[in-house]
């Protein structure tokens, strides 16, 4: 069975500029979550999907970031624009209703 | 609100040495708790979790973790640590249901050495 996959791995950008990441979840699982973990600090909670609807999406820092999932398959979460403090590692993680989550490797953002 | 405190920011032992990483949460009801360890390169992987029953909880890689509800800690252990442990140990505790949303601690980098 293939895990969650996340790509890129890293991005570097410039401020002001747009980033858009990608999750292709494990197939099957309804439940898919973006986490996020800036330097040294804890991972934080951003959204949660249950298929394409969004179920929880308390910890998005702000409206510069948009997170979809197409036909509740993968996702895309797009920054626009891009600020210093938005670098970091970006998890996703997809779980069956019931059992536990499988995280990504994540995406390592660094905006300069 | 739910935390999870991980005092220890990076922790050294020796190759077969024994280890503990503490962990300390705040939660008002029953807590869900889980260890999750993440190698280089690698997604975060689960370690272990406690639900219910057996304070006392069996992973994989050899570690435990024992739930102690009077001092609010779940503190991951184990007897003899290999090379291949070094990597970073993150605690967390769920909301209701366990899965909705998880509340992660900062994190101990383990280093282990030959």
């Known amino acids: 069975e293939a895990g969650v996959t996340q790509f890129p791995s890293h991005s570097v950008i410039e401020k002001g500029q747009t980033v858009t990441l990608r999750c292709d979840p494990i197939?099957?699982?309804?439940?898919l979550y973006w986490y996020r973990r800036v330097m040294g600090k804890e991972i934080k909670f951003l959204l949660h999907?249950?298929?394409?609807?969004?179920?929880?999406e308390s910890g998005m820092p702000n409206n510069r970031f948009l997170a979809e999932r197409t036909g509740g398959t993968y996702s895309t979460l797009k920054v626009q624009p891009a600020e210093l403090e938005d670098s970091g590692v970006y998890f996703c993680?997809?779980?069956?209703?019931?059992?536990?989550?499988?995280f990504g490797s994540g995406t390592r953002l660094t905006v300069v | 609100a739910q935390s999870v405190t991980q005092p220890d920011i990076h922790i050294t032992v020796s190759e077969g040495a024994s280890l503990e990483l503490r962990c300390n949460y705040s939660?008002?009801?029953?807590?869900?708790l889980f260890w999750y360890v993440q190698s280089p390169g690698q997604g975060l992987q689960l370690l272990l979790k406690?639900?219910?029953?057996?304070?006392l909880v069996q992973g994989i890689k050899g570690f435990e973790a024992e739930f102690k509800r009077s001092q609010s800690s779940f503190n991951l252990r184990k007897p003899s640590v290999h090379w291949s442990d070094a990597a970073e140990y993150f605690c967390?505790?769920?909301?209701?249901?366990?899965?909705?949303?998880?509340?992660f601690g900062t994190g101990t980098k383990l280093q282990v050495i030959p």
């Open positions: 993680a997809s779980r069956p209703t019931g059992e536990g989550y499988t």
């Open positions: 197939s099957g699982h309804d439940n």
């Open positions: 999907f249950v298929k394409e609807s969004k179920q929880d």
């Open positions: 939660y008002g009801a029953t807590p869900y």
């Open positions: 406690y639900f219910s029953g057996d304070t």
């Open positions: 967390a505790v769920g909301d209701s249901g366990g899965y909705q949303k998880v509340t």
